[in-house]
């Protein structure tokens, strides 16, 4: 995700002192663009940390996958950390 906007971190899961974590899984088209229509939440620590990371989806730009020299749609399944800072 190097380059892409982090999710914002709830402000009062920060005052709370909460870290958490998101897992969600979705398919990256043939442009490197998160299909934010496939898009499921596969463990969140959290419901407001899944709905920072499906609000900040639409902007993260990936590397398309490769198969046989031609661009593919790729389903991926990506974690998202969110830490409070000390």
């Known amino acids: 995700l190097a380059g892409n906007p982090a999710p914002a971190f709830p402000e009062a899961l920060r005052r709370a002192g909460l870290d958490g974590e998101v897992v969600v899984q979705f398919v990256v088209?043939?442009?490197?663009?998160?299909?934010?229509?496939?898009?499921?939440?596969?463990?969140?620590?959290?419901?407001?940390?899944?709905?920072?990371?499906?609000?900040?989806?639409?902007?993260?730009?990936?590397?398309p996958a490769e198969a046989g020299g031609r661009r593919v749609r790729m389903l991926v399944r990506q974690p998202v950390v969110f830490g409070v800072t000390r």
Do not use: E
């Open 29 to 63: 088209d043939t442009l490197g663009r998160a299909d934010v229509a496939s898009l499921q939440v596969v463990r969140a620590s959290h419901p407001a940390l899944a709905a920072a990371v499906a609000a900040v989806l639409p902007r993260w730009r990936f590397a």
